[in-house]
Structures are given as structure tokens and as C-alpha cells.
């Protein structure tokens, strides 16, 4: 079978499931906005409402971690970058909330797309409240959360009967800061915790939990562009984590995952 009879067949096949899904999309509206998230990176992990959303929009407001595959699914809209990644060239937080208002007021179809979740560290209960207090029509479209997809993808289970029995997200972006989270009250739980926007704290973060008692040989990893071609994991210890990852080069945006379901990892591999 040549490759292009084989793509022609999975297309086909795909058509078909979708077909027997019936799946039926909400229309969306000229004037209303649609906070959606787009997942951890691969298209593939795009949920159903995301897609016919990117299809329906003529107007579309996305972030830095959504890739260009993605953002060419919206082949009708026009194109407004809002940047949101740390370190690089952003839109400030209310001239994003400014220009989706606008755009709403001038009868545009527009979905406003974020990496990952929108209500999970992405301000989209921001963007949502300030929508509201506008007299804006806006609908949440859920996406996979970038930290629990990562694990996943990297062979980390988010929770293991013995291991854990709940799941920290953390956000680590004001480690070292007067607006620091307790990261010592975190590590008494005993409870794994994700942290996003952690990596320039890394070291601060990484410090706080051991003082906070967490022995230093607690499993930790750092995922990097999880689910994409350039997905690379470090896995080490907690009193390590900082210095290996920096000398792999590792760099944002990434998750942190400190726990004992990190060494679930090597043990899924065949690897323990």
C-alpha cells in the first residue's frame, strides 16, 4: 500500500468515528467570546469544541505556547498575538482583556486561546470575570492541563495507589518573593506537587521545599515541551533537580514535578 492509499485510509477511518460520535458543536455567535484551551502542545490533544471553535472564529486572540498548527486551524480569523511567555514580549494582562472587548463590541466571532487549561494558571477566570463585567457572551471551552498532560506523557503517573493520595499544583513564578507561596506547609503534606512558571525559580524552589523537610532524596523531574518533537525530561533528585536541569540546558517553558510518583517513571520503562 503506497503512503498516500494508507493516509486516504486513516483519514477515512477518522471521518468515521467521527461520524459515529455525532458530535454536534455549539455555533458560535458574532459578539460572543470563547475562552478555549488549546493543551500541552500536540494538535492531537485538542479537544473536539476547540477545533469547530478555531474553524467558526473570524477573530482570534492566542498565546505564545500554542503552536502554529494549531493557531492554522483558524484559517478564517484574523490573527492577534498576545505573547505570555516569560521573559519574552508580552501584551499587558488589560490590553488583552481591552482587545477582546473590542472585538466582541465590533460583532466578531472570537476565540481568545490559551496553552494548556484557561482556568488552570492561564487567567482565563480573569479574562472570563472581566468579560462578564462587560456584558460580553463568553463560553469556557476546557483543554487538557499542560501539568497533568506532561506527566502523562512522560510516564508519570499523577497519582499511584501507596504513593499519593491528592496533587499540589503550584504555580512558581514568585518564589523568593514578599507574594511567595508556603512551600515548607506544602512539603509537610507528603503530597506531590506540579509547579508551572517555576523554572527560573527552580533553585529557590527546590531549597524552600527541602528546608520545608522534604528529604533530599525525594524523585524529581523537570518536562520540558511536553508532547511535542522537542519534549526532554530530566529526572533526578530533589537536592539535584536545579543543577542537572540547568546542565542538560533545560529552559522554560517547563513543569516541575517533585514527588514519589516521579520514580514511577523508570519503573513503568522496565528501568527500577
Avoid at 469547530?52 to 486551524?73: T, W
Avoid at 526532554?232 to 540546558?249: C, S
Amino acid at each position: 500500500m503506497s503512503g498516500s492509499t494508507k493516509n486516504e485510509g486513516e483519514n477515512a477511518t477518522l471521518e468515521q468515528a467521527l461520524s459515529r460520535l455525532n458530535f454536534k458543536p455549539c455555533r458560535l455567535e458574532p459578539g460572543h467570546v470563547w475562552l478555549a484551551g488549546a493543551g500541552p502542545g500536540d494538535p492531537g490533544c485538542l479537544t473536539l469544541e476547540v477545533l469547530a471553535a478555531l474553524a467558526e472564529a473570524d477573530a482570534l486572540v492566542y498565546d505564545a505556547l500554542v503552536s502554529s498548527d494549531v493557531v492554522a486551524v483558524a484559517q478564517n480569523a484574523d490573527l492577534f498575538f498576545a505573547g505570555k511567555r516569560g521573559g519574552k514580549p508580552s501584551m499587558k494582562q488589560d490590553d488583552i482583556t481591552a482587545l477582546l472587548v473590542r472585538l466582541a463590541r465590533e460583532g466578531r466571532r472570537v476565540v481568545r486561546l490559551k496553552g494548556g487549561d484557561p482556568y488552570i494558571f492561564g487567567r482565563g477566570g480573569e479574562e472570563a470575570l472581566a468579560l462578564a463585567r462587560e456584558n460580553i457572551p463568553f463560553r469556557v471551552l476546557p483543554g487538557l492541563t499542560s501539568g497533568l498532560s506532561a506527566m502523562a506523557a512522560t510516564g508519570i503517573p499523577a497519582t499511584m495507589r501507596g504513593i499519593n493520595k491528592a496533587v499540589i499544583l503550584a504555580t512558581g513564578h514568585a518564589a523568593g518573593t514578599d507574594d511567595d507561596l508556603d512551600w515548607a506547609a506544602i512539603a509537610r503534606t507528603g503530597q506531590p506537587v506540579v509547579v508551572y512558571m517555576g523554572m527560573a525559580n527552580l533553585p529557590l524552589i527546590a531549597a524552600a521545599l527541602l528546608d520545608g523537610g522534604l528529604a533530599p532524596s525525594t524523585p524529581a523531574a523537570v518536562i520540558v515541551a511536553a508532547t511535542t518533537p522537542q519534549e526532554r525530561t530530566v529526572v533526578a533528585t530533589l537536592a539535584t533537580i536545579a543543577e542537572e536541569a540547568a546542565a542538560a540546558g533545560l529552559a522554560s517553558p517547563a513543569l516541575i514535578v517533585v514527588g514519589g510518583i516521579v520514580a514511577m517513571r523508570a519503573a513503568l520503562a522496565g528501568q527500577a
